[in-house]
């Protein structure tokens, strides 16, 4: 059997791939074959209640079982998030390296585990652990940690966000997890965040409205 767990931070990107999941394997939870599973990290960021309420509910509304996991003392505060205006100055280092440990540490303690994961091809640049070579590395590492077989589910590697949601116009569930989602690091929709600048891009260059 294999258990998936997604982490999903509440954003455009993994809530997108978690309706992908859900939506592409019907009943996986219930045959036994494949159990999906999402889990949120509160890691010190700032807006963390309104992004988890919105991992939890996208979450319910798919059906899929939903762990949440306060791990804010792991990492060094303050951080720049809810500061900064450019995807360099909003790097919470290791974030990722962390975040998949977490999931790792939670898996079933048998069978195989696949981490899914949203990053996109737009945060390569800015975020090393976003970067096909770490996700690649992890696996390995983390195959040997638990000497069985752990996969790194990356899908959205190559897309950029705008890609992700033009792909998704047809897909009512999709767009509207999209919408939902939350993306600012300072709490609301502020508009000057990078995280609500490459949120607003990808919406313009999907010819949706974000509502
Ligand atoms: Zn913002």
Redesign the pocket.
Known sequence: MTSTIVLLSGGLDSSLLLVALAQSRPGVSLDGRENLSAAFVFYGQPNAALEGAAAKRLAKELSVPFTDFATADAFPRPHNLATSTTPQGSVVQARNVLLLSIALAHAPPEGKIKLAIGATRDDAEAFPDCRPRFLKRFEEMATEALDRDVFVEAPWLDCTKGYLLRQARNHPTAIAAARSSI????G??????S??RSRSEAFRFAEIEDQ
Request: charged content about 15%.
């Open positions: 993306s600012c690091y300072r609301t929709r502020c508009g000057v965040c995280a609500c």
